[in-house]
């Protein structure tokens, strides 16, 4: 196959086995400048010892960039105030980091002047769509340049083999029996032993989270305070994003929130089984909607919740700076004005759940829903309310009266 000349690629390096090849490879291949650029997520790694390596591998220039705060706030909140769910199961921490590190990756491509752009994703996979998705959209003209679909090598051991040659230090093994990828709002598994979904995860695998049978007796309340949607305190302490998400990360790990295990329908067409834990947005997910249950109006709320699954897709498949995407996004923040207040959640053994919520935006009157007497509620009003949304019922009922 002829490939098109490149003189300096911006890779999306992890220091894993995967983008460690794929940097050794560039440079064989397309005998290229290759810049590595890894992207702090909170994974918490040493990366400083990943920008050494993709020195030490040969790029000729390696950026390591804390972004864990514009992750928090302007990705993972955002997908947060929409109720993002994917197939019911999955809160996206996986595909809401990838039009992030894309569109980092496309700002140092322009400050470095190269001509292509490169990532470690599989051609099976959803984030070589997430990442090609974002180059696109933000120029149409840049090169990209997908190993995994151009090389000969078609698993993890010969991309091992090939690091043994050429000494590459790699700390993945032949029997590695799963890959994880982490962030601050979440740790996937998926791969190897949990290919065959009759099997459980084992519990070894988790790192955010123990077990719930091992969670403590005791369970634990926290309050959390949102404005606008976003959430600002827990426990009366103002935080940053990233700030308020770890620690949460680490109040719902200690209760064993946030573990899921689900087979979902990539975008590519096949069925992949994923593992996930989210302990802290989990946590802000069930939050949320419980302040929602007393701020939103019910047509607003019915109508945002019929957007979910759309909402939901579209990240999953990679469509963050899709118009669609940002047309949805404006819809759900105008809806979220209002979403202000306190929420009082219960951790116990795996289970997250609403114990109070409270709201100066409140649109709950006790006046008014009290099973008590009031002078509010006239409820000889309701007769003709049913009567009303009852009349086509009536109609069709007796026209069926009327053939027999």
């Known amino acids: 196959m002829k490939r098109t000349a490149v003189k300096k690629v911006v890779l999306a390096y992890s220091g894993g086995l995967d983008t460690s090849v794929i940097l050794k490879w560039l440079l064989e291949t397309y005998g290229c400048q290759v810049v590595a650029f890894c992207a702090d997520l909170g994974q918490g790694e040493d990366l400083q010892a990943v920008k050494k390596k993709a020195l030490t591998v040969g790029a000729s220039k390696a950026y390591v960039e804390d972004l864990r705060e514009t992750f928090v706030k302007d990705h993972v909140f955002p997908m947060l105030r929409g109720c993002a769910v994917y197939e019911g199961t999955y809160l996206l921490g996986t595909s809401i980091a990838r039009p992030l590190i894309a569109k980092r990756q496309m700002e140092i491509a322009a400050r470095e002047g190269a001509d292509a752009v490169s990532h470690g994703s599989t051609g099976k996979g959803n984030d070589q769509v997430r990442f090609e998705l974002t180059y696109q959209a933000l120029d149409p003209t840049v090169k990209i340049i997908a190993p995994w679909r151009e090389w000969t090598m078609r698993s993890r051991r010969e991309l091992i083999e090939y690091a043994e040659k050429h000494g590459i230090p790699v700390t993945a093994t032949k029997a590695k029996p799963y890959s994880t990828d982490p962030n601050l709002f979440h740790v996937s598994y998926e791969g190897g032993i949990l290919e065959d979904p009759w099997s459980a995860p084992p519990d070894e695998i988790f790192q955010l989270t123990v077990s719930p049978e091992k969670a403590p007796d005791k369970p634990r309340e926290v309050v959390i305070e949102y404005a606008q949607g976003d959430p600002v305190a827990v426990d009366g302490k103002k935080m940053s994003p990233a700030t308020l998400l770890a620690h949460l990360n680490k109040l719902g790990g200690e209760h064993g929130i946030g ?23 989990t946590i802000l997910h069930v939050a949320h909607r ?22 939901a897709e579209l ?9 669609e995407r940002e047309m949805l996004q404006v819809a759900i923040d105008e809806a979220q004005k209002d979403v202000t207040g306190t929420v009082r959640v219960k951790l116990y053994k795996g289970s997250c759940s609403v114990t109070g919520r409270k709201s100066e935006r409140s649109l709950y009157r006790l006046d008014i829903a009290t099973f008590e007497e009031d002078d509010v509620y006239r409820q000889k009003d309701a007769e003709g309310f049913i009567r009303l949304n009852a009349l086509r019922l009536a109609i069709r009922t007796q026209r069926r009266k009327k053939k027999v």
């Open 290 to 311: 419980g302040l929602e249950s007393l701020t939103l109006d019910r047509e607003v709320l019915h109508l945002r919740d019929s957007l979910i699954p759309r909402y």
């Open 315 to 323: 990240i999953y498949y990679g469509y963050w700076y899709a118009p």
């Open 259 to 281: 573990r899921v295990d689900l087979v979902e329908n990539r975008y590519v067409g096949m069925k992949s089984r994923g593992v996930y834990e989210t302990p802290g947005g």
